[in-house]
């Protein structure tokens, strides 16, 4: 009988390391990223004149402006007198929108318009409003644009190149920068804060609806297309069916965004609450300007839980 062969030896775990090859050595890439990071550092908090020693001395200011706004003064909120309602109508015919001879129906329209929305609650509602308005605004614009601005989805490479320079170059710009500018053009008010609102969230909406659109499923849009349909049919059908709950998720993400950007916006005279907090810091009202403050993180709040509610039932 033949005799059969050994068995190959298999090669010990010993001897496996030694013919493994030799890992790279990244430890001095690690030092010389590690004293890069603390060099740009070091230069970063050198430029912003970083003291925390000045912070520290300055720490009686601050305890004496927190001593000026407690307690927080609510009283231009529950008091009816800071209403400043017409007398010739009085609150209630103000309020109720009843009947009213043409005269009066002007008085009332003037306190609406005007009045109401100098008082901290017409400036919170003013703030709602502008964030509301300018992101549907914002949405509306940005939804095509985000098909010229994804790379699967636009029309030519040079349509996907002019979009996303002009979308960056918009981007750019700071909001308190197109406000100025706004009420330069239209003047004080809500108008020119929804106005830099809706610019600045149109790029920034159309910027992410487009990358969305580029991490569709591409297997989708292929079966559409091979039953005949056109390009409006696939971008109906394959595309806008994948990005819905996201264009949901990010509108409501925004619209919480423009409520604080709105109340900034309104440091520069562009209405809601923002001009109503810098009025009361002007003027010295600290204790007034803590109750804004305090409204202000109430709102946002509030704005928060609801956006986070309506995403749960709609994603």
Same mark, same amino acid.
């Given at each position: 009988?033949?005799?059969?062969?050994?068995?190959?030896?298999?090669p010990?775990?010993?001897?496996?390391?030694?013919?493994?090859?030799?890992p790279?050595?990244? @430890?001095?890439?690690w030092?010389?990223?590690?004293?890069?990071?603390? #060099?740009? =550092? &070091?230069?970063? /908090?050198?430029? $912003?004149?970083?003291?925390?020693?000045?912070?520290?001395?300055?720490?009686?200011?601050?305890?004496?402006?927190?001593?000026?706004?407690?307690p927080?003064d609510f009283?231009?909120?529950?008091?009816?007198?800071?209403?400043?309602?017409?007398?010739?109508?009085?609150?209630?015919?103000?309020?109720?929108?009843?009947?009213?001879?043409?005269?009066?129906s002007?008085?009332?329209?003037?306190?609406?318009?005007?009045t109401?929305?100098?008082?901290?609650?017409?400036?919170?509602?003013?703030?709602?409003?502008?964030?509301?308005?300018?992101?549907?605004?914002?949405?509306?614009?940005?939804?095509?644009?985000?098909?010229?601005?994804?790379?699967?989805?636009?029309?030519?490479?040079?349509?996907?190149?002019?979009? @996303?320079?002009?979308?960056?170059?918009?981007?750019?710009?700071?909001? #308190?920068? =197109? &406000?100025?500018? /706004?009420?330069s $053009?239209?003047?004080?008010?809500?108008?020119?804060?929804?106005?830099?609102?809706?610019?600045?969230?149109?790029?920034?909406?159309?910027?992410?609806?487009?990358?969305?659109?580029?991490?569709?499923?591409?297997?989708?849009?292929?079966?559409?297309?091979t039953?005949?349909?056109?390009?409006?049919?696939?971008?109906?059908?394959?595309?806008?069916?994948?990005?819905?709950?996201?264009?949901?998720?990010?509108?409501?993400?925004?619209?919480?965004?423009?409520?604080?950007?709105?109340?900034?916006?309104?440091?520069?005279?562009?209405?809601g609450?923002?001009?109503?907090?810098?009025?009361?810091?002007r003027?010295?009202?600290y204790?007034?300007?803590?109750?804004?403050?305090?409204?202000?993180?109430?709102?946002v709040?509030?704005?928060?839980?609801?956006?986070?509610?309506?995403?749960? #039932?709609?994603?």
């Amino acid at each position: 009988m033949a005799k059969s062969l050994p068995p190959t030896a298999e090669p010990s775990g010993t001897q496996v390391l030694r013919l493994a090859p030799t890992p790279p050595d990244h @430890r001095v890439r690690w030092i010389v990223s590690v004293l890069m990071a603390v #060099l740009v =550092l &070091g230069w970063a /908090f050198s430029g $912003a004149r970083f003291q925390p020693r000045e912070l520290y001395e300055g720490r009686a200011a601050i305890l004496d402006m927190f001593q000026r706004m407690m307690p927080p003064d609510f009283s231009q909120v529950t008091s009816i007198a800071a209403y400043n309602f017409p007398p010739e109508i009085g609150a209630t015919d103000t309020l109720i929108p009843v009947p009213l001879s043409p005269g009066l129906s002007e008085v009332r329209h003037r306190w609406w318009e005007n009045t109401f929305p100098q008082t901290i609650v017409g400036g919170t509602i003013q703030t709602i409003q502008i964030a509301l308005a300018g992101t549907f605004l914002a949405l509306v614009m940005a939804f095509p644009l985000s098909f010229l601005a994804a790379r699967n989805t636009t029309p030519h490479q040079g349509v996907y190149l002019a979009v @996303r320079s002009v979308l960056n170059f918009l981007r750019s710009i700071p909001d #308190l920068a =197109l &406000g100025l500018m /706004f009420i330069s $053009a239209v003047g004080l008010g809500a108008f020119a804060g929804t106005l830099a609102v809706t610019v600045s969230t149109t790029t920034i909406l159309a910027k992410l609806i487009s990358e969305k659109i580029e991490g569709i499923d591409g297997g989708v849009v292929e079966a559409l297309q091979t039953t005949g349909a056109n390009h409006a049919q696939v971008l109906m059908w394959a595309v806008v069916p994948q990005i819905l709950p996201d264009i949901v998720g990010l509108f409501l993400y925004r619209f919480e965004s423009n409520i604080r950007a709105a109340a900034v916006l309104g440091l520069i005279g562009a209405g809601g609450i923002g001009q109503l907090m810098n009025n009361a810091f002007r003027q010295f009202q600290y204790r007034e300007a803590a109750a804004i403050v305090l409204v202000l993180i109430v709102l946002v709040m509030t704005v928060d839980f609801f956006s986070a509610r309506v995403r749960k #039932l709609t994603i």
